[in-house]
């Protein structure tokens, strides 16, 4: 045990098994809590090693009533739905609900840097991750993207700072905000978790929510939705633009990029860099690194120590590369460009992706649907491609998805595109389409879940398939 934890002696519940719920079964017996894990999946399909886990109680294969027996605080992964009936239990019962990141930000002595939005997040996340460690900080990087942090606490100094991508699942039982809290952006996504746009909007305003004056609110300024959120901020507001001349933040000028207000010099607009500087496609990446630069110039107004100087972002954003899964080139065989957006899991995520090319298309679409709206990214997509292949659920034949109906009200022919059963296929049917010239684009637009464990195995086994061909 590391010294006396306010969770010291206390019997904590971790719902669910995963990244987040494991990384908790291992941080919470150091500081003394009695640990009781539940998952409805069984030790086989999880994998488990009890042995790794000296003290531990499991429950697994559903959620009996007795993991809530003495329980005095429910954490709560990610990925569990908070509707399960033995949740609501736990709420009649009072038991207070809270999750990894809650956790480690009432415990961090560092100042937290926290990023969210619909889009962009993990991008974002490793480029200010970048830009602040050449700046001479020692940098941890984690939350929704990689290491959970939590195990990390004890080595984790008052000089350090940290960097965390927060997802609306995480935010939506977080009561504390970040010392710096950047949004992104905000459109419809994960309907199928929070219900409707406006829950799901207002768990992501949670890394806003908790601020106090000295603190430092950065958000996107194309985004409509995120700066509504103008009113909300308590602290220092920063904003960051493709197209507005914001007073304090970052913005694009012409053919550069530019930063204003940052604590770390004067108060007038300094250049960053060219836009031809920056190795991402699309416009949808110049905002993602607009918006790094907003936070890591701004980000001394929060910690009382130097921000970062606009050479050093210079330097970081010419070397800075594509993060897995977002845009990521795989090959070109035969004159044909192959791309791998897995990330994109929602139709405005492949609606930037489409803009982001002006090559012919041969495009991959599908999986599974989140109840979003899928006109504008269909409309998009029948401009820029030449063909559409719709694989996984959304491709099977039987099932009238929106997309497969939103084809047929839209009368495409046959000869524009494909329904394939899976993955596998759809890469089969793209190499036999596509022609020297043409990018083959795996932007789906739906989740993985049909067919895949996350965004990240559906690239994964997308980048094999291409090696093979």
């Known amino acids: 045990m590391t010294g006396r934890d306010q969770l010291t002696g206390k019997r904590v519940v971790v719902f669910g098994f995963g990244r987040q719920g494991a990384a908790l079964a291992r941080w919470l017996p150091t500081v003394g809590a009695e640990v009781v894990v539940t998952d409805s999946r069984s030790a086989r399909q999880l994998n488990l090693r009890r042995r790794d886990y000296p003290g531990v109680r499991f ?8 993991v809530l027996i003495g329980a005095r605080l429910i954490c709560v992964s990610g990925g569990v739905p908070l509707d399960l009936p033995i949740l609501s239990l736990a709420r009649e019962r009072g038991v207070p609900f809270t999750n990894d990141a809650q956790l480690f930000l009432e415990r961090c002595p560092a100042p937290v840097i926290g990023i969210t939005g619909s ?73 199928d978790r929070h219900g409707s746009f406006e829950d799901y909007a207002s768990a992501k305003a949670n890394i806003l929510r908790y601020q106090r004056p000295a603190d430092v609110a950065v958000l996107g300024w194309d985004s409509p939705a995120s700066k509504a959120f103008e009113p909300a901020v308590v602290g220092e507001l920063l904003a960051f633009s493709l197209y507005d001349m914001v007073p304090h933040g970052a913005f694009m000028l012409g053919s550069r990029l530019l930063v204003a207000g940052s604590a770390s010099f004067d108060m007038n607009p300094h250049v960053v ?55 990521e080139k795989v090959r070109t065989l035969a004159g044909v460009t192959w791309v791998n957006d897995s990330i ?63 084809l047929s009200m839209l009368r495409v022919s046959d000869d524009q595109f494909t329904r394939a059963p899976d993955l596998e296929a759809a890469v089969a049917r793209a190499a036999e389409v596509a022609k020297a010239g043409d990018v083959v684009l795996l932007s789906p637009g739906g989740t993985s879940y049909d067919a895949y464990a996350d965004f990240a195995e559906r690239g994964i086994h997308f980048r094999q398939l291409v090696s093979e061909l």
């Open 59 to 66: 429950y697994l294969g559903g959620h009996p009533e007795d």
């Open 119 to 191: 889009a962009g997040k993990t991008t974002t996340t490793a480029l200010v991750a970048k830009i602040v460690a050449n700046s001479g900080y020692k940098v941890w990087l984690g939350g929704n993207i990689g290491n959970p942090l939590i195990e990390d606490l004890p080595r984790i100094k008052a000089d350090h700072i940290v960097v965390m991508e927060l997802s609306s699942f995480q935010l939506e039982l977080m009561r504390q905000s970040p010392r710096v809290a950047a949004l992104l952006n905000l459109t419809p996504n994960h309907l």
């Open 273 to 327: 860099c060219e836009r031809d500087d920056i190795r991402l496609r699309g416009d949808h990446n110049a905002l993602n690194v607009l918006a790094a630069c907003a936070i890591t110039g701004g980000m001394g107004l929060a910690i009382d120590r130097p921000g970062v100087m606009p050479e050093v972002m210079r330097a970081t954003i010419r070397d800075f590369q594509p993060v897995e899964h977002r845009l």
């Open 344 to 406: 994109a899991t929602a139709p405005e995520r492949l609606l930037a992706a489409l803009n982001s090319f002006d090559e012919p298309l041969v495009l991959l679409i599908g999986g599974a649907d989140k109840d979003l709206p899928w006109e504008a990214a269909i409309q998009v997509a029948l401009s820029k491609a030449k063909h559409i292949i719709i694989f996984g659920k959304a491709g099977e034949k039987q099932v009238a998805t929106k997309v497969a109906k939103l």
